[in-house]
């Protein structure tokens, strides 16, 4: 039985290994354990239907979640499609009033739920979940259901008022992916950190300077960067005459973009010089830009993954001297836009650089940035 278990998980590992390529996975081997031969073919599916690398990884980390709170809350794997009980209990699991469980044991995620998830590395903080988490747990579960050809009952009347009661349970205040802007008075600081001519500090300089000139790129989208998106432009002739080099990047669809549209973007001066010494100094011409480093100065030819660009901000946010849990790689997206506002740039300029669709989610960098030195703060 034992051995037949294992032939079957080699088996999903295998298939996973076909879609890594687009979906990186880096616990392929776990995942095959949790997964069913289903859940494999519905992913596989949804690489075929192109659905974007970050809306796919998404879907995979959170399904495999549910199927580990499936079983440690049932004893049995996600059942398709599932009943109005089951989401109301992982509701019940995810959403409660840390003062009702002080005085009753059985409120909330029960302790062996909680242990069997913590041991399978899915749960690390203690309490009740985030509200958007577990909304998008319940959206991406909706998703997932649907490319099943199913019908769920995840609009139904019972189960959103259940997530609207529990959210109130559990109060908390949203905070940025980065609690401060990299403004450019800290990204100077942290430039000056990778100022030498050492291929980290190389590639450093010029993941710092492209991530924040281009308007603010994710983490996903800077380590995912490839050669074949750059495009050299005509010099931009600057205020002394002088030409500036230019690129433009094709971002093709984002996060944000529609089906059909392609993003592109553009770079002007010191980030390019940056990007081309860079590629120069590790004789990259064509893949993947931004790459690994090993400690003898072996520099890969696999993509940096999403998490080392944060990883790489932090460490040189500690090399600057600065708190490193007030910065992080989604602060060099919220920075751009403040250092636009704090140099009187446009909203509608800068927003075409980043790319924001939304002018409130845009705006709201735009008036933290005024609002304190504005005149509505001084009317006396």
Known sequence: MATDRSILVSARAEQLDTIAAVLP??????????????????????????????????LTSDLAYLEVWSVAATGSPLPWPAPEALLLKFVAHHLWDPRRREDDAEHGMPEAVTLELRQSGFLRSP?????????????????????????????????????????????????RKSAKAVTGDVLAKLLATCGGDSLRDLRDRAILMIAFASGGRR??????????????????????????????????????????????????????DALNAWLAAAKIDDGSVFRAIDRWGNVSRRALDPKAVNDIVKKRVAMAGLEVGEFS????????????????????????????????????????????????????
């Open 25 to 58: 996975i880096d616990r392929r081997d776990k995942l095959a354990e949790l997964l069913t031969d289903q859940d494999v073919e519905t992913l596989r599916h949804l690489v075929n239907a192109g659905l974007g690398e970050n809306t796919l990884r998404a």
């Open 127 to 175: 309490g009740p979940h985030a509200p958007a988490t577990v909304q998008r747990r319940l959206a991406n579960w909706s998703t997932l259901t649907k490319w099943r050809g199913l019908d769920g009952v995840f609009s139904s009347p019972s189960v959103k008022s259940a997530i609207r009661l529990a959210a109130r349970a559990v109060p908390r205040q949203r905070r």
């Open 219 to 272: 983490r996903s989208e800077v380590a995912g960067l490839r050669t074949e998106q750059f495009t050299v432009e005509p010099p931009v002739i600057a205020e002394d005459d002088t030409p500036l080099p230019s690129l433009s990047i094709y971002l093709g669809r984002t996060k944000i973009s529609g089906a059909s549209e392609d993003e592109v973007v553009y770079l002007t001066g010191r980030p390019v």
């Open 329 to 380: 790689a989604h602060g060099l997206r919220s920075g751009y836009l403040t250092e636009a506002a704090n140099r009187g740039i446009p909203l509608p300029e800068a927003m075409e650089q980043s790319r924001h669709r939304s002018v409130q989610q845009a705006s709201s960098y735009y008036n933290s940035a005024t609002r304190r030195s504005g005149r509505a703060a001084r009317l006396l």
